[in-house]
């Protein structure tokens, strides 16, 4: 089953290394000698032990920081669970293109490079300056009614991705993060959420871009049907199939971003994951391969009910709260600058014994 | 009582005018026909709102940032309420000038202009290149046996701190971050805390650069004894008064920062306050006049018990919470890069109507 899209990970995976133990010792040694009282410093000082460890170097060059949005529209949208037509996934890439959108703001005043990756829209973007053209199919099947992708699709959109993270490796990037534009891919995430964590699909759907509490109990029926239609024995069957439900639920954008998590932490780069559907897709990377959760920083906790649920089943600590639900690499570039801070302390901070300042008492 | 620290605290309050209501509806109304789904930046849209209230202009030019470190020293240290000497003062003070402290790296990393005010070292600095000489003594009076400062002391370091805040209007600085160096200070911060907000000491009193368990009971039984011998009838006197209580307790720099923000409020310029004794600072601004609230943000959640308490008290949302129990003004510092991401998407974003967006359905 699924022997493409298997084919491209098992490929992938075979190549990713854990973080060094040895290095995160290492940075930890140094971190209690800075002219700071011992662990002061908090979750910065997690942070740059974190990233010497994926580095496996003291970090002596500034971060190379890039940003990837991958857009794809959901056939899933056909039943009414956005807020927002699917014609806006067409006008957010142009958006993005014209440098107006929320996260092109954020990504240049930060110093990120930013990437636009048309990976599955339902549009005609042939020649179009500036965008990335991965398109796998125009939009996903709808899910209701059959399987978000083929298997071929599904391997052709983890490709995307993983090309992509190598790629960023080969030109010295450093720091990624990764966003998504998808009118409904909340619907998709829901249903990947509920059937990795084994939770009610109730406890992980929320608003989206912001329905109200008639259209969210809508929306909550579809994915509960779908939930039933494809994985009718989640909870007994004991490990859900993680390219199995990327496939059946998608979307394109979702096993792109997986794609990229995957190829990345290969190359030895760390990965800001942003909201409630790049997770989803870290979620999927983790669930296929763990030790991509060392390479792996959350940067904000979103207010969609089930990025929590979703970052605990990984194991990560959001960097920012600040009850943001906007998508598109928004959260995750905003807490570049905080993982920045903690490299540029860990480098840069004078020791207890070059500044002549004299230690605790204790 | 206090006649000169009144009297100057009286003038610098009669020109603070709250800020704008009107541009605060203002700001809503333009966050709303943004790119993105209503309301989804979450507190982002908050603080954009605030700035936008506090200067009562849309923001054109980029933030003028800048961070006042005021550093002291504390009579309370003989007492043995702190894990690190009390020498450290003027060594970190040192430390500050040689950029080696992790305010120097961050201001530098962020473009946060930096300036560190002596107003209280016990040290000998004059002539000391880099350093605002605004020293008031050599240290407070141990506050176990006598008020920690006179009246003629404290209204000389209200006004320190308030010519620096109108100075920085005068320059143009539009964000102001308030940071501390003083070894004993948590012992100050704590009992103001505890008489402001008639908390007991037990609750309002933390490890402060990292004491030990019975270190800490300790601490907590010098500031219990402080809280009784000048207090005595806090809870049942129902309006404790700040400068009575800056007085009594200090510390220089924290009369200093509260006169900071006072100053800064009527020059109609934001203040980012850091951790708790920052926030000790603001608490007593503030229960001098309300009105300061309007102009300040709180940078992040410290890990001292009594940050809360007083955050609480002020009526401010964390933007942080990292943590961190550093002091210096980091936490105010790594709050700026959000503050300016907010302003920026408050100014840069396209709206639904120029990019061609499709609204929202509902």
Redesign the interface.
Known sequence: MNTASRGVVAKIVAGIESPSEQWITRARAHLDV???????????EDIAAQMVSIRRQDFAQPLQKAVYVFAADHGVTAEGVS???S??TR??V??FL?E???I???AK??GVQMNIVDVGVDAHFDGLHGLLHCKVRRGTRNMLYEAAMSDAELAQALEVGSRLGAEAGAKGQSLLAVGEMGIGNTTAASAITSVLTRKPVQQVTGQG????AG?QAHKRGIIEAVVQKYFPTVGIDSVPDPLEVLRCVGGLEIAAMTGLILGAARSGIAVVVDGFISTAAAASAFATEPRVRGYLFAGHQS?EPGHWVLLKYIGLKP????????GEG?GAV?AM??I??AM??YN???TFA?????????
């Open positions: 800075l002219t700071k009282p011992l662990g002061s410093l908090g979750m910065l807020a927002y037509p014609e806006v006008q957010m142009l958006n014209a107006g959108a929320a092109n703001v954020l005043l930060h871009t912001g329905l109200d259209a207010e960097i920012l709260s600040l009850n943001m639900r906007l928004t905003l600058p905080i920045e801070s540029r302390l840069e901070m004078a070059s500044a002549g300042v004299s230690e605790a008492n204790l």
